[in-house]
Nanobody
Framework: QVQLVESGGGLVQAGGSLRLSCAAS????????MGWFRQAPGKEREFVAS????????YYADSVKGRFTISRDNAKNMVYLQMNSLNPEDTALYYC????????????????????WGQGTQVTVSS
């Protein structure tokens, strides 16, 4: 099992940017597909972005495509989510997730596609 800790959330005005980080410990995230999800109050947890273990493939929800970028640094056991052009609809608790998968592909849009989860970091976008 891998432990995941998110950071980088905060309060930002609409149009602004934030960079979320996910620090993994307990085992290497090499050979793990990594994902970001978010959950707004009263809503279900939804997929945001995912990345294959090599970093060669990424996948995004339509709502964030072109604005968010997922990346990883396997040497540092880190995953990142660069969020640009934020709007109030992006306000949510953002979670990092992992699943060991020898297949080097990024697609994994359901919560059950991942085994390990962080505690989340809050992102609030004001209008």
């Amino acid at each position: 099992q891998v432990q995941l800790v998110e950071s980088g959330g905060g309060l930002v005005q609409a149009g602004g940017s934030l960079r979320l980080s996910c620090a993994a410990s307990g085992r290497s995230i090499i050979r793990s597909r990594m994902g970001w999800f978010r959950q707004a109050p009263g809503k279900e947890r939804e997929f945001v972005a995912s990345i294959s273990w090599s970093g060669g493939s990424t996948y995004y929800a339509d709502s964030v495509k072109g604005r968010f970028t997922i990346s990883r640094d396997n040497a540092k056991n880190m995953v990142y989510l660069q969020m640009n052009s934020l709007n109030p609809e992006d306000t949510a608790l953002y979670y990092c997730a992992a699943r060991q998968d020898p297949r080097d592909w990024a697609v994994g849009v359901q919560t059950h596609d991942y085994d390990d989860w962080g505690q989340g970091t809050q992102v609030t976008v004001s209008s």
